[in-house]
T-cell receptor, first 118, second 114 residues
Framework: AQKVTQAQTEISVVEKEDVTLDCVYE???????LFWYKQPPSGELVFLIRRNSFDEQNEISGRYSWNFQKSTSSFNFTITASQVVDSAVYFCALSLSYSGAGSYQLTFGKGTKLSVIP | DGGITQSPKYLFRKEGQNVTLSCEQN?????MYWYRQDPGQGLRLIYY???????QKGDIAEGYSVSREKKESFPLTVTSAQKNPTAFYLCASNFVSRTNYGYTFGSGTRLTVV
């Protein structure tokens, strides 16, 4: 079974501060995908990133960056120079990689509520 | 544009009633999923279906039922056996292959028991 842990329930930062959201995962499978989603107050899930377990290269996209470390089973997400519009609940999730059989549902963490204060 | 349509956006149910949440996709995705979201609980899997006429229970299937008669449709029925149905329900789909592994989510249905 897979498990995703987001230990930070709520985080508050002042606008323009950097903030890192932690994600730790558990799986016995060697190939899997990791995801981050953003959920604004309206409720829809906004896809941010997907990483394959074979690819530990860290990624930067604008103010967002992700640090994937298989050795510690972590996939942390950093927002640089936070803005009020970043206020949302952020979810880390895991699914198994395609193998021709099995199921591929997403297993989610409980989410981290980020509040950016102006 | 392709996507997932969930309806209704808000739904009110009296205790003891069954209600059905609609989920329709025009993405030609094989797999569809239903998740339930409670405050502080994240998203938990209720049911999923990987092909037409087949579906599997997720982690919290008790009190729910589904059908998958068409590839495009995966309705969720919340039965009277579900003791605490007030929650936000999200439907998702994906096309499982070696190269395409993205998930699409609907905008959700908020169910309230009155």
């Amino acid at each position: 079974a897979q498990k995703v842990t987001q230990a930070q329930t709520e985080i508050s930062v002042v606008e323009k501060e950097d903030v890192t959201l932690d994600c730790v995962y558990e799986t016995r499978d060697t190939t899997y995908y990791l995801f981050w989603y953003k959920q604004p107050p309206s409720g829809e899930l906004v896809f941010l990133i997907r990483r394959n377990s074979f690819d530990e290269q860290n990624e930067i996209s604008g103010r967002y960056s992700w640090n994937f470390q298989k050795s510690t089973s972590s996939f942390n997400f950093t927002i640089t120079a936070s803005q009020v519009v970043d206020s949302a609940v952020y979810f880390c999730a895991l699914s198994l990689s395609y193998s021709g059989a099995g199921s591929y549902q997403l297993t989610f963490g409980k989410g981290t509520k980020l509040s950016v204060i102006p | 544009d392709g996507g997932i349509t969930q309806s209704p956006k808000y739904l009110f149910r009296k205790e003891g009633q069954n209600v059905t949440l609609s989920c329709e996709q025009n993405l030609n995705h094989d797999a569809m999923y239903w998740y339930r979201q409670d405050p502080g609980q994240g998203l938990r899997l209720i049911y999923y279906s990987q092909i037409v006429n087949d579906f599997q229970k997720g982690d919290i299937a008790e009190g729910y039922s589904v059908s998958r008669e068409k590839k495009e449709s995966f309705p969720l029925t919340v039965t009277s056996a579900q003791k605490n149905p007030t929650a936000f329900y999200l439907c998702a789909s994906n096309f499982v292959s070696r190269t395409n592994y993205g998930y699409t989510f609907g905008s959700g249905t908020r169910l309230t028991v009155v």
